[in-house]
């Protein structure tokens, strides 16, 4: 039989053990590490993710990359990611590198466009958000925030008790 059709059993035993191999590293370092839902993670968790499954890719399946050697790609990648959330959770300056910063998108009712534009987020997405929350106009709004996770949240009016501190939120947003 044709080896680049049918590699053998042997070998087709050896990838499967394999894979088996760097999945269980993986997941173990994925679950020690208390990742987030899926929903809720930062560009840099989703960084991550994908160096992680490109580090272990030739361990699983290249005949020429070792088990050890994307165990030790994967370890590393998540002690570097844990030193990293660390140093983050206690240092307001990286962590607004790695996570990013809330957006205002809407103030009193006014689009901020610079802002917008900035983050990339369009008048279709910003109305799917409104849409979603049961608000009809972009004037019954009077704080809109792309929020770091990439969702946007929404406060009316009427959540704004009389509408003062709506400009401290708004500062308060940009300075945390």
């Known amino acids: 039989m044709n080896p680049i059709v049918f590699p053998g059993a042997g070998v087709l035993l050896q990838i499967a053990l394999r894979t088996l191999t760097v999945y269980g590293i993986v997941l173990v370092g994925v679950r020690l590490s208390g990742k987030r839902e899926v929903g809720q993670m930062t560009p840099f968790d ?6 992680l499954s490109n580090a272990v890719q030739n361990a699983m399946t290249g005949p020429d990359t070792s088990v050890i050697g994307g165990g030790t790609a994967a370890v590393t990648l998540l002690v570097v990611n844990y030193v ?12 607004k590198v790695l996570r990013g910063e809330p957006a205002v998108l809407v103030h009193n009712g006014q689009l901020m466009k610079s802002s917008m534009d900035r983050e990339h987020v369009g008048l279709d997405d910003l109305q799917e958000g409104m849409r979603e929350h049961g608000i009809a106009a972009i ?9 770091i996770d990439g969702n946007i949240s929404f406060l009316k009016y009427e959540d704004v008790p009389d509408g003062h501190n709506l400009h401290r939120r708004v500062k308060f947003l940009q300075k945390h």
Do not use: G, M, P, S
């Open 139 to 147: 004037t019954d709004v009077a704080l809109a925030v792309l929020e």
């Open 46 to 51: 989703l960084t991550l993710l994908l160096l």
């Open 84 to 95: 990293v959330t660390e140093v983050a959770a206690h240092n307001r300056k990286i962590r």
